[in-house]
């Protein structure tokens, strides 16, 4: 059984820094895709970053050139560097992968506010 768990979380005001991390515990099968998606109070799971084995990256428009996702294939970790953060991204941030055999996880998500 394969867990994610996400950290980093948290309030900041606009224009300032967050960090998520995210760790794969458990009998893994290497991943091929590590994403970060959010949910926003009365809105639908939308997909923030994401990343494939030969780092290729994927960006949701409104966060390009603000966010950043890196990655461990190896290990099963991945980051989610944001700056220069707006109250419109606050939401529950959920990390994810897709292993080699079709397997996909969730981690339990980790609240995200902008505010000043």
């Known amino acids: 059984q394969v867990q994610l768990a996400e950290s980093g979380g948290g309030l900041v005001q606009p224009g300032g820094s967050l960090r998520l991390s995210c760790a794969a515990v458990?009998?893994?099968?290497?991943?091929?895709?590590m994403s970060w998606y959010r949910q926003a109070p009365g809105k639908q799971r939308e997909l923030v970053a994401a990343?494939?084995?030969?780092?290729?990256?994927k960006y949701e428009e409104s966060v390009k050139d603000r966010f950043t996702i890196s990655g461990d294939f190896a290990k099963g970790m991945s980051y989610l560097q944001m700056n220069n953060l707006k109250p419109e991204d606050t939401a529950v941030y959920y990390c994810?992968?897709?292993?080699?055999?079709?397997?996909?996880?969730w981690g339990q998500g980790t609240q995200v506010n902008v505010s000043s």
């Open positions: 994810h992968a897709g292993d080699l055999l079709g397997a996909e996880y």
């Open positions: 458990g009998n893994m099968q290497p991943f091929l895709t």
């Open positions: 990343l494939a084995t030969g780092f290729i990256t």
